[in-house]
T-cell receptor, first 113, second 112 residues
Framework: DAKTTQPPSMDCAEGRAANLPCNHS???????VYWYRQIHSQGPQYIIH???NNETNEMASLIITEDRKSSTLILPHATLRDTAVYYC??????????????FGQGTELSVKP | DSGVTQTPKHLITATGQRVTLRCSPR?????VYWYQQSLDQGLQFLIQ???????AKGNILERFSAQQFPDLHSELNLSSLELGDSALYFC???????????FGNGTRLTVT
């Protein structure tokens, strides 16, 4: 599995966009980029994923560079409840059986009033 | 609510004992994954089952074992427990392909 590099911590002002970067320079062509977050000791929460195109859902947007070596998760209007550890993970997804996620250290995002 | 159910929520036991953690995946999900999260180790992948068969193994100790039953629920058995086994244990499930994993709320194990 390709490894990812994320800043250990970031701050963001409430109401502003939070842009969380991730480097995955050794990503393979069949690996997807996934973002999860974990609030306190709750179970990790799925946010979004993509292969090569930019993706958007009700929670966030995912921007993947053309060479796929890096990506950015965008939370458009951060709230205090978005304070969490955010994990960027690259994953091989097998057709039938899916595939495991390998978590790194993530980015601790603090949203401040 | 992710749809993944883990029981019990909390478990306190003594060193040397054996415990069983249970996971019910989301309806329709064939793959089940187990993770351990301790304070100093982060989220560690333990093992994956797909439709009853082991598919991937991570850093799972020999004292730990798991299985997935015909109704697709899974159990993680931890034996000869040590203080260092105290951790949060998460179960996740996924359907297939690129579909994401969905995690339960975990079982907090305390070994005294």
């Amino acid at each position: 599995d390709a490894k990812t590099t994320q800043p250990p911590s970031m701050d963001c002002a409430e109401g502003r966009a939070a842009n969380l970067p991730c480097n995955h320079s050794t990503i393979s062509g069949n690996e997807y980029v996934y973002w999860y977050r974990q609030i306190h000791s709750q179970g990790p929460q799925y946010i979004i994923h993509g292969l090569k195109n930019n993706e958007t859902n009700e929670m966030a947007s995912l921007i993947i560079t053309e060479d796929r070596k890096s990506s950015t998760l965008i939370l458009p209007h951060a709230t205090l409840r978005d304070t969490a550890v955010y994990y960027c993970i690259v994953r091989v997804a097998f057709y039938n059986q899916g595939g495991k996620l390998i978590f790194g250290q993530g980015t601790e995002l603090s949203v401040k009033p | 609510d992710s749809g993944v159910t883990q029981t019990p929520k909390h478990l306190i036991t003594a060193t040397g004992q054996r415990v069983t953690l249970r996971c019910s995946p989301r309806s329709g999900d064939l793959s089940v994954y187990w993770y351990q999260q301790s304070l100093d180790q982060g989220l560690q992948f333990l093992i994956q089952y797909y439709n009853g068969e082991e598919r991937a193994k991570g850093n799972i100790l020999e004292r730990f074992s798991a299985q997935q039953f015909p109704d697709l629920h899974s159990e993680l058995n931890l034996s000869s427990l040590e203080l260092g086994d105290s951790a949060l244990y998460f179960c996740a499930s996924s359907v297939k392909g690129e579909s994401p994993l969905h995690f339960g709320n975990g079982t907090r194990l305390t070994v005294t």
